[in-house]
């Protein structure tokens, strides 16, 4: 079991940054891989950015490629997401979430933190 509590989230203008964060606790954090996902209203639940348990591999999502930046210190149980030119389409609550080793599934998520950008 661990948990996750995410932190960062705000009001922005097109063209700025955030940086969210997720903490975790319980478990040894460095035994996960971590993701972002968010959720726009009225829209599914969709795949952000995805880090390798030792931090090596990182994935994201078309939309985002070369704007977002995915890291993780493990011995703070923290994961990031720098979001730079963000967009009104980026506006959505963002979600961590963690995958075990050997699973495919992400089975422990944060509460979410809302990014509002404006145009």
């Known amino acids: 079991q661990v948990q996750l509590v995410e932190s960062g989230g705000g009001l922005v203008q097109a063209g700025g940054s955030l940086r969210l964060s997720c903490a975790a606790s319980g478990r040894t954090f460095s035994r996960y891989a971590m993701g972002w996902f968010r959720q726009a209203p009225g829209k599914e639940r969709e795949f952000v950015a995805r880090i390798s348990n030792g931090g090596v591999v990182t994935s994201y999502a078309d939309s985002v490629k070369g704007r977002f930046t995915i890291s993780r210190e493990n011995s703070k149980n923290t994961m990031y997401l720098q979001m730079n030119s963000l967009k009104p389409e980026d506006t959505a609550v963002y979600y961590c979430?963690?995958?075990?080793?050997?699973?495919?599934?992400?089975?422990?998520w944060g509460q979410g933190t809302q990014v509002t950008v404006s145009s």
């Open positions: 979430a963690a995958q075990d080793t050997g699973t495919n599934n992400y089975d422990f």
